[in-house]
């Protein structure tokens, strides 16, 4: 194989996302004649920003070879607490505990915190493994959606979080700017900090991390807090710019922030990818959806189209590493 050949064999995780957003944009540019514009280019954003805070979080969960199945039910967590914690109009059938505004933010946000520190002292103390840890959170935070709102639904939240959530800035969407700034500081702490540097060497080989001193467990649990973290803010924005605050109202955003991760680019099995190749994945994902609603396609296809673009990419995905594990057995 040529030089040439080889080096497009090893990028192949990088060159097919990019060329698969460029033939997307190209092909719903060509069938519709509203896709592309910029109004439609906005709403793309809007429409991958709750998606976007919450795959940075698992982004760093994904590059350590972990995952985060409960990122879903923690941001419908966060946002029912916020709303369980802010006045209801009276025709709102939720026994809630209103506090000021800011009280009830701190009070979601502890929240979620929590249970990212349940997912980590599991993942990291008791050593379950995180799929199944999470996997439990999954449903945790599902009994606790239950339990505080019983089927209700509330709308009314802190007037700081309905302004990032639905407000706008100079015309630009609030949502659209506190998703660009969640990514651009993942970015940040993944490529320019010791602890980025550390989540690397955690993912890529676990033991030679040890070796050099790494403390993995405590790189473990962070990620894993973070996660949490990143899925409480987009859980209280998304309440915000939906409207309401009800059960299961996140639960379709588990898949999309994994697909955003892994379609990207990022390796499941760890120590390679980034924010990067999941700003790649997550436009990939908002031009597939929103292009397919454009040529009026079938909705059941449209979530076959998605599950094949996916199976695509984990392909890949699990090409290039067995193409690395050959040529680091053969060097």
Do not use: W
Not at 108 to 125: E, K, Q, R
Not at 283 to 300: A, C, K, R, T, Y
Request: hydrophobic share 55%.
């Amino acid at each position: 194989m040529t030089a040439m050949g080889v080096f497009l064999r090893n990028q192949m995780r990088i060159i097919a996302p990019f060329a698969t957003l460029i033939v997307l944009v190209t092909f719903f540019s060509l069938t519709s004649r509203s896709f592309a514009s910029l109004d439609n280019a906005a709403n793309i954003l809007t429409q991958i920003s709750v998606t976007g805070i919450i795959a940075v979080g698992l982004t760093f969960v994904i590059l350590c070879a972990e995952i985060d199945l409960s990122v879903a039910a923690i941001a419908n967590v966060t946002g029912i607490a916020v709303a369980y914690f802010t006045l209801q109009e009276s025709y709102v059938n939720i026994a809630n505990v209103p506090v000021p505004g800011i009280a009830a933010i701190v009070l979601a946000l502890v929240g979620c915190f929590m249970l990212g520190l349940v997912n980590a002292a599991g993942i990291t103390l008791i050593g379950i493994p995180s799929f199944i840890m999470t996997l439990a959170m999954m449903q945790i935070g599902a009994g606790i959606c239950a339990l505080l709102v019983r089927g209700q639904i509330a709308y009314a939240v802190p007037d700081l979080v309905s302004l990032l959530g639905a407000g706008r800035v100079a015309g630009i969407p609030c949502l659209v700017l506190v998703a660009a700034v969640f990514l651009l500081a993942g970015h940040l702490v993944l490529t320019y900090t010791r602890f980025g540097r550390y989540v690397y060497m955690v993912g890529g080989n676990r033991e030679a991390a040890e070796y050099a001193g790494v403390n993995v467990r405590l790189v473990l649990g962070a990620v894993m807090v973070i996660s949490a973290l990143c899925s409480g803010v987009a859980g209280m924005l998304g309440v915000a710019h939906f409207g309401s605050a009800q059960q299961n109202e996140f639960d379709g955003y588990l898949l999309d922030a994994i697909a955003a991760v892994v379609v990207g680019g990022t390796s499941l099995f760890g120590g390679r990818g980034g924010i990067g190749n999941t700003i790649i994945g997550l436009l990939i994902l908002g031009v597939l959806n929103n292009g397919l609603d454009h040529v009026e396609i079938d909705s059941f296809l449209k979530i076959l189209i998605r599950g094949l673009i996916l199976l695509a990419a984990l392909i890949i995905n699990v090409y290039v590493q067995r193409v690395r594990d050959a040529e680091r057995i053969g060097s």
